[in-house]
Nanobody
Framework: QVQLVESGGGLVQAGGSLRLSCAAP????????MGWYRQAPGKQRELVAD???????NYADSVKGRFTISRDNAKNTVSLQMNSLKPEDTAVYYC??????WGQGTQVTVSS
């Protein structure tokens, strides 16, 4: 079974920062677009950001200027640095590889 192992997340006050990381198997990481989705209670899962093998990035409008996605090809990890967090960023965040493989999800809660 393919595994994407997530870390990070937690509880933070509005305006604070968190960093999420996701580790993937080497074979997957070398061919995949990696990224993060999130799902808030009662809402559909939505794309947060993703990054290609070559480092091209894509962000949801709601996080542009606040979140930064990056990948470390030597360590097979993708990270999401989240700054200036808002209560509306509260959700379960899922790491994905080319929308085919998924992590187990990690909770991010931003208090007002």
């Amino acid at each position: 079974q393919v595994q994407l192992v997530e870390s990070g997340g937690g509880l933070v006050q509005a305006g604070g920062s968190l960093r999420l990381s996701c580790a993937a198997p080497r074979w997957m990481f070398s061919i995949a677009i990696m990224g993060w989705y999130r799902q808030a209670p009662g809402k559909q899962r939505e794309l947060v950001a993703d990054i290609s093998r070559d480092g091209l990035t894509n962000y949801a409008d709601s996080v542009k200027g606040r979140f930064t996605i990056s990948r470390d090809n030597a360590k097979n990890t993708v990270s999401l640095q989240m700054n200036s967090l808002k209560p509306e960023d509260t959700a379960v965040y899922y790491c994905h590889a080319s929308n085919m493989f998924w992590g187990q999800g990690t909770q991010v809660t931003v208090s007002s």
